[in-house]
């Protein structure tokens, strides 16, 4: 007999349908639908939810997951409140749905926003231009450009050239991770982490994936297994006393 399960609801804001399904890329819909389930439909402001768990119900990549995070962070709909040992802590913002927050979609010259009226309770449609948020530069900084327009080449820590044990895939998760919490890799940040990756030796990827996973800002040698370490002791171990016993059996030697 097959069961038959009772039908359970989210409540999920008509504007989440009708104006962002089209402006989100859809790997960011579908993570601003999970965390609409996961807060409002446990009638709960935030909660914590791990990378792993947003792939499980998502179906897309960690790098997609991480980028899709990032666009709705800048875009004002959700912000990371804390880390925690579930994985990041997230809240949704929902206020866009009745006070009118203007949302800057790129790629888009002009939107439509609805401004809610509390006297008349009307919405107003009101084309918003599309003003440039980027902060201004200073004068000096201006100058610069000018002087050396064409010779500047923005640094991107995914071109970086990586040590022997370290995959690129993996260099590049762990870039959209820092990216992600708010602390895009200088260059100075991604020589020194690619240096203490070098020395990590084979654990070099476990040391990324653990800090990718748990949105670590730095790399860190994992804890070895004591079952992997023992045979090397008792190996050590056993060479010296081949050596002690082979100094007392020559310790008496006399060459002809």
Not at 67 to 96: M, P, Q, V, W
Request: net charge positive.
């Amino acid at each position: 007999m097959s069961k038959v399960y009772a039908p359970n609801y989210t409540q999920v804001p008509n504007v989440v349908i009708d104006d962002l399904a089209a402006k989100l890329s859809d790997s960011a819909f579908k993570i601003y639908v999970v965390l609409i389930r996961k807060t409002k439909g446990w009638d709960q402001k935030r909660d914590a939810i791990a990378i792993s768990q947003f792939m499980e119900l998502t179906g897309k990549s960690k790098p997609t997951v991480i980028k899709a995070i990032d666009e709705l962070i800048n875009l004002g709909l959700i912000k990371k409140t804390r880390f925690t040992k579930h994985g990041n802590e997230y809240e949704l913002n929902l206020s866009f749905s009745h006070d009118g927050v203007f949302l800057k979609f790129r790629g888009k010259k002009s939107l439509l926003v609805k401004n809610f009226n509390i006297k008349g309770k009307e919405f107003l449609l009101l084309k918003v231009k599309n003003f440039d948020t980027q902060k201004k530069l200073s004068k000096e900084t201006i100058k610069d450009t000018n002087i050396n327009k064409g010779e500047v080449k923005k640094f991107d820590p995914v071109d970086c050239e990586l040590p022997s044990n370290v995959e690129k895939k993996d260099w590049i998760d762990f870039v959209e991770m820092r990216k992600s919490i708010k602390k895009p890799l200088s260059e100075l940040a991604a020589k020194k982490i690619l240096k203490k990756l070098d020395g990590f030796g084979i654990h070099a990827k476990q040391a990324l994936e653990n800090s990718i996973v748990s949105s670590w800002s730095d790399v860190y040698m994992p804890k070895q297994d004591k079952h992997f370490s023992q045979p090397q002791n008792n190996r050590m171990q056993e060479l010296q006393q081949l050596s002690e016993q082979w100094e007392l059996e020559n310790a008496n030697y006399t060459p002809y």
